[in-house]
């Protein structure tokens, strides 16, 4: 039973270029959260999703990052024109229907931009 | 505004002794208060989740709920180095989404 399957778990961007960073919730769960932590920092909320649907997004930064989940397919969290504060870790969790349980994260992706 | 306090740390406890976690949550009808254990460079991880007043063990580990005080802690007993890592507590809102605490640093010293 795979666990929260996230990929790459390394991503170098030169500033500028585009991050695609994508998510494959656990089976049978369908609500996926992604989250950005800088070294030393706590989570920080960014957004909320169920199939086709965008619940919260309230953690999301107004300009360059979108996501989203599509029917088939993993969730993907895509940042445009890096800047070098976009470096951070990514961490996507999964929850069944609701997160009443706890959540489960995936090994997240670290991203580096240059 | 929904908020997690915890003490940042470092907390720094001998191995073998009892590492205390405190935790305060602001939203009084929430149900659920979850810890998780983070190491440096790694994901956060489910260690205990608990629903009601008292105390919960597993292992090691004990939960202890105040819904009255809106007070949750993690005692781990016979502190071991490998318990080196960043615990996050977290609660679940009304709507279910968690909320959580910036976590506290938790370093046990042989």
């Known amino acids: 039973n795979a666990g929260v399957m996230q990929n790459p778990r390394h991503l170098v961007r030169r500033r500028g270029q585009e991050a695609r960073l994508r998510c494959s919730p656990m089976k049978g769960h369908s609500h996926v959260y992604w989250y950005r932590q800088l070294p030393e920092e706590g989570l920080k909320f960014m957004v909320y999703l169920q199939k086709e649907n965008i619940i919260d997004e309230s953690g999301m930064p107004k300009e360059r990052f979108s996501a989203e989940f599509p029917k088939e397919g993993p969730s993907i969290l895509r940042i445009q024109q890096v800047v070098r504060g976009d470096s951070a870790a990514y961490f996507c969790?999964?929850?069944?229907?609701?997160?009443?349980?706890?959540?489960?994260f995936g090994s997240g992706t670290r991203l580096t931009v240059v | 505004q929904k908020e997690v306090e915890q003490n940042s740390g470092p907390l720094s406890v001998p191995e073998g002794a009892i590492a205390s976690l405190n935790c305060t949550y602001s939203?009084?009808?929430?149900?659920?208060f979850f810890w998780y254990r983070q190491y440096s460079g790694k994901s956060p991880e489910l260690i205990m989740s608990?629903?009601s007043n008292g105390d919960k063990e597993d292992g090691r580990f004990t939960a202890q709920l105040n819904k009255a005080s809106q007070y949750v802690s993690l005692l781990i007993r016979d502190s071991q180095p490998s318990d080196s890592a960043t615990y996050l507590c977290?609660?679940?809102?009304?709507?279910?989404?968690?909320?959580w605490g910036a976590g506290t640093k938790l370093i046990i010293k042989p």
């Open positions: 939203d009084r009808g929430s149900q659920s």
């Open positions: 608990i629903y």
């Open positions: 977290a609660f679940a809102d009304s709507n279910y989404q968690l909320i």
């Open positions: 969790a999964s929850s069944p229907k609701t997160g009443i349980d706890g959540y489960t």
